[in-house]
């Protein structure tokens, strides 16, 4: 369960790295 909480976190903050990147190019 924990894993899956830390590996779900892990997603969202590539996503958001992904968005901040596409914004700022």
């Known amino acids: 369960m ?3 909480i830390n590996f ?3 997603k ?3 996503e958001s790295l992904s968005t ?3 914004i700022t190019i």
Request: aromatic residues 16%; charged residues 35%; glycine residues 0%.
């Open 12 to 14: 969202k903050k590539i």
């Open 2 to 4: 924990i894993i899956y």
């Open 20 to 22: 901040i990147i596409k």
């Open 8 to 10: 779900y976190n892990d």
